[in-house]
């Protein structure tokens, strides 16, 4: 059955005088929906089950072969394109079968197909891990950049090599036999470690059980899904229930409680966290660095923890002045309600905001939802990005897709096809939950031209009903234009290699160019270009639009505080602490909490333990707020030349979205600038 397409991958020799060279092994294409031709879209509707399987087999023995191709050149032979550039395609070519069947694991309708697309999955990409830690490959790449001809490279290039090796020699490689065995062991106990601290988290079963009197203010159905039949209601740790509790709950008392219940998840990890930070200050100093931090920001935008440390100081500081206006108005309203008070706790902080929301700012989220129906939003999220950046999309007829509400688009520049986007944008049973985007091909130079990049959004927005369109809450609009910027950043790259194409940028850059966009939702200009009711097609009253805008801002300093916060906690822990020394992660959690947040430090609490994104994104919680001060700075230029300014757009387009991280990203927002990056406009966005 199988129609097997043999290439080979063969290196010419041109210099006769050199030893020969060991030949290439061929790589076998199966007939495979997952191997689609060169800039053929993947047949999804054709996919089976079965298919997953093979494709997923396939690829990992066809990856062993290109990666025993790129070994087996000899070191005088090596050159860009049959080491760099070949490894490049390596991972290119793997990612293009493992992230399709990464995005049906996630959106696949059919449930033997989904469940075995999840399974693959975690082969998939631990075998991609075990590249990273190939020795042999290590030795083809390190060789190659001792030669002379890599030492005249310039550019992307250069920068490529640079950043392999680096990744590499981060794994360890420029250690002894010895210290290799030992970070490997340090590594293991790290993941296990980290394992226990999320299964802590993953295990909360903690409530509260309360009295009718203890549930007034909240709303009928969150009462009533609570109540047991002694006539208490049991309200649990998760966020649906403490949220809109802390929110509505009238009884101080009772969101007391809760709230020190809260910020007491999970405290077995208040002996496993010291254990986590231990491993991984062993694990930088035998990789040579002096904190975690240091190891772990190195391969980032911001390079190391001082820039991460002015950027908090900085931030903390120039919060200060809105931090207490929003201070002042959230105890105002709180001494309206109570009587003279001297603070706002962290308990009563979401309370009075709603407070404030309802009294003050009198803001009816259902009446802005009805100027916002899917269709006009697609209009106008459409018509934006095409008049900035010069772009054409143009609907699919009759697609093939995994499922008959996917609608999918493909992207013109110049009437040059540039990329192809799929909208899944509806709940479904098993769907992926969130909102995001898949990118499963990214865009790169080849043999045949250039790679079309492929991605599709994944979203939960509500569907139409018999007799009304689907309406979008504003925040869902935002998330919308959000998750469409890192769809442009796919399709209008123009890099070269796949490693710095599209999204393949920092992790501290890469929410910038989606976090951008959804200025768009928060401007009138852009917003009265599309905001139509849905019934009288009146534009969204800019009265009301204000509104929205004052509401946006009541509280923005506190909330950016909080995330000050965290960060500076986080940064803390990793670069600045000693897990064997005296302090314990709640003493320090309770002078870094006094020092930024708006909130005291309440005695008996212990956030940390639930802290999760301690495990995975270690020394990272900067980067949420720092890729939003770089977007926002950028989008002060289409705030001054105007927010469809073409010239504006197509430098954007050319400088930021294009290049991906073949530049330094931080050159890029420099010369897209025209200056220095600062956190002007990010204050200015608060409502500063
Ligand atoms: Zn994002």
């Given at each position: 059955m199988k129609n097997l397409l043999i290439l080979t991958v063969a290196v010419l020799l041109m210099n006769c005088s050199q030893p020969e060279q060991v030949a290439q092994l061929p790589v076998e294409i199966p007939d495979n929906p997952f191997y689609a031709d060169f800039n053929v879209p993947v047949d999804f509707a054709s996919i089976t089950s079965d298919d997953v399987s093979e494709a997923a087999e396939t690829i990992q023995t066809i990856t062993d072969t290109r990666l025993a191709n790129i070994v087996s050149i000899n070191e005088e032979n090596r050159t860009f394109d049959n080491t760099m550039k070949a490894l490049d395609e390596l991972y290119a070519n793997y990612s293009a079968i493992s992230y399709p069947i990464y995005l049906?694991?996630?959106?696949?309708p059919d449930s033997t197909l989904r469940n075995n697309a999840l399974n693959f999955n975690t082969t998939l990409s631990q075998y991609?891990?075990?590249?990273?830690?190939?020795?042999?490959?290590?030795?083809?790449?390190?060789?190659?950049?001792?030669?002379?001809?890599?030492?005249?490279?310039?550019?992307?290039?250069?920068?490529?090599?640079?950043?392999?090796?680096?990744?590499?020699?981060?794994?360890?490689?420029?250690?002894s036999q010895e210290g290799r065995d030992e970070l490997k062991g340090i590594n293991d106990q790290i993941s296990s470690i980290g394992d226990e601290f999320s299964k802590n988290i993953a295990s909360i079963q903690d409530f509260l059980i309360l009295s009718n009197e203890e549930m007034a203010g909240l709303p009928d159905d969150f009462k009533a899904a609570r109540k047991q039949d002694d006539g208490t209601y049991k309200v649990d740790l998760s966020y649906p229930s403490y949220r809109p509790f802390m929110k509505y709950a009238e009884s101080e008392r009772a969101r007391k409680a809760l709230y020190v219940k809260y910020n007491n998840r999970a405290t077995e990890n208040l002996e496993v966290l010291p254990q986590l930070l231990q491993k991984r200050l062993n694990m930088a100093k035998l990789l040579g660095y002096s904190t975690y931090s240091e190891y772990r920001l190195e391969d980032r935008m911001a390079k190391n923890p001082k820039t991460v440390w002015d950027f908090e100081i900085n931030l903390k500081n120039?919060?200060?002045?809105?931090?207490?206006?929003?201070?002042?108005?959230?105890?105002e309203a709180k001494t309206t309600k109570v009587g003279e008070s001297d603070k706002v706790n962290g308990w009563e902080a979401s309370y009075y905001n709603n407070v404030l929301l309802e009294e003050k700012y009198e803001l009816d989220a259902e009446e802005?939802?009805?100027?916002?129906?899917?269709?006009?939003?697609?209009?106008?999220?459409?018509?934006?990005?095409?008049?900035?950046?010069?772009?054409?999309?143009?609907?699919?007829?009759?697609?093939?897709?995994?499922?008959?509400?996917?609608?999918?688009?493909?992207?013109?520049?110049?009437?040059?096809?540039?990329?192809?986007?799929?909208?899944?944008?509806?709940?479904?049973?098993?769907?992926?939950?969130?909102?995001?985007?898949?990118?499963?091909?990214?865009?790169?130079?080849?043999?045949?031209?250039?790679?079309?990049?492929?991605?599709?959004?994944?979203?939960?927005?509500?569907?139409?009903?018999?007799?009304?369109?689907?309406?979008m809450p504003h925040g869902q609009v935002q998330t919308f234009f959000h998750e469409f910027g890192h769809v442009l950043h796919q399709m209008v790259t123009t890099a070269d290699l796949y490693s710095q194409s599209g999204t393949n940028v920092s992790r501290d850059f890469v929410e910038a160019p989606s976090q951008i966009f959804e200025n768009w939702t928060w401007n009138y200009?852009?917003?009265?270009?599309?905001?139509?009711?849905?019934?009288?097609?009146?534009?969204?009253?800019?009265?009301?639009?204000?509104?929205?805008?004052?509401?946006?801002?009541?509280?923005?300093?506190?909330?950016?505080?909080?995330?000050?916060?965290?960060?500076?906690?986080?940064?803390?822990?990793?670069?600045?602490?000693?897990?064997?020394?005296?302090?314990?992660?709640?003493?320090?959690?309770?002078?870094?909490?006094n020092e930024i947040s708006a909130y005291e430090y309440v005695d008996g609490t212990n956030f940390q333990g639930a802290f999760g994104h301690l495990n995975g994104y270690g020394s990272s919680y900067y980067g949420y707020l720092w890729s939003l001060v770089y977007a926002q700075d950028m989008f002060s230029i289409f705030d001054e030349n105007g927010i469809l300014d073409k010239e504006t757009g197509l430098r954007y387009r050319d400088i930021i979205l294009a290049r991906g991280s073949s530049e330094d990203e931080l050159e890029l927002v420099k010369e897209f600038l025209g200056r220095d990056p600062n956190n002007d406009a990010f204050l200015k966005e608060l409502g500063l």
């Open positions: 049906m694991a996630y959106t696949h991609v891990n075990e590249i990273t830690l190939n020795e042999d490959l290590y030795n083809a790449v390190k060789s190659y950049a001792g030669s002379d001809e890599a030492k005249e490279l310039t550019g992307y290039k250069k920068k490529f090599v640079e950043e392999t090796v680096t990744g590499f020699e981060r794994n360890g490689f420029a250690l120039d919060l200060a002045e809105k931090l207490a206006l929003d201070k002042a108005e959230l105890l802005v939802k009805q100027y916002f129906a899917m269709d006009d939003v697609i209009d106008g999220l459409f018509m934006i990005t095409q008049t900035l950046f010069d772009l054409e999309y143009k609907e699919v007829e009759n697609p093939s897709v995994w499922h008959e509400e996917v609608r999918m688009f493909e992207v013109y520049q110049d009437e040059k096809l540039k990329g192809v986007f799929y909208l899944d944008l509806h709940p479904r049973e098993n769907k992926y939950g969130h909102a995001a985007c898949f990118g499963f091909v990214n865009g790169r130079m080849t043999k045949e031209g250039y790679q079309i990049p492929n991605a599709s959004l994944v979203c939960n927005f509500p569907r139409a009903t018999e007799d009304r369109p689907a309406l200009d852009a917003v009265k270009l599309f905001a139509k009711h849905y019934k009288t097609r009146e534009v969204l009253p800019e009265e009301l639009f204000n509104k929205m805008l004052a509401a946006k801002n009541v509280g923005s300093a506190i909330n950016a505080s909080q995330q000050v916060f965290y960060g500076t906690y986080d940064l803390t822990l990793h670069d600045r602490y000693n897990p064997s020394g005296e302090l314990s992660t709640t003493d320090v959690l309770k002078e870094v909490q």
